[in-house]
């Protein structure tokens, strides 16, 4: 599970990531909120919610990559630093690992707390379909956004 959780997170951080270099660059441009609508609309797809369930779900559903890529902020910019870097420190890379391991743990943490609200407006099998349509969705917008380059 832990390995499923480290894949979404750099498949969303990689994504997020370039968009932010992408702006203001026409072709490659990153539009977050174009997105965002695709994946609710996959989201309400694949796990099949009715209109009332995707209401009250996907603004926290929203909520939680949100808060999930702030967590992660401070982390992306340590390795971009140390990426530019010529010859990084031994406790620099130390301090890289230290800080992913820090917000792997904060954002399992607060998974931890939106599942426990999804539950309540979601069927365990919704909750479990919502997890696989995040993975399938990001990793089929990789591909898709791969084939452009």
Wanted: charged share 30%; aromatic share 14%; net charge positive.
């Amino acid at each position: 599970m832990n390995k499923l959780f480290y894949i979404i997170f750099v498949v969303l951080t990689t994504t997020f990531t370039w968009s932010l270099s992408a702006q203001g660059k026409a072709p490659n441009h990153f539009d977050k909120k174009a997105f965002i609508e695709k994946r609710n609309a996959y989201i309400i797809e694949e796990v099949g919610l009715s209109p009332e369930e995707a209401a009250i779900f996907i603004p926290l559903s929203n909520e939680l990559l949100d808060k999930k890529y702030e967590i992660d902020r401070t982390c992306r910019k340590y390795f971009r630093s140390i990426k530019k870097k010529e010859t990084p420190t031994d406790s620099e890379y130390t301090e890289a690992v230290d800080c992913y391991l820090r917000s792997q743990k904060e954002i399992a943490n607060l998974e931890q707390v939106y599942y426990k609200k999804f539950r309540k407006i979601l069927s365990p099998e919704q909750v479990y379909n919502y997890r696989w349509a995040e993975i399938r969705f990001v990793h089929e917008f990789m591909q898709k956004r791969g084939k452009r380059k």
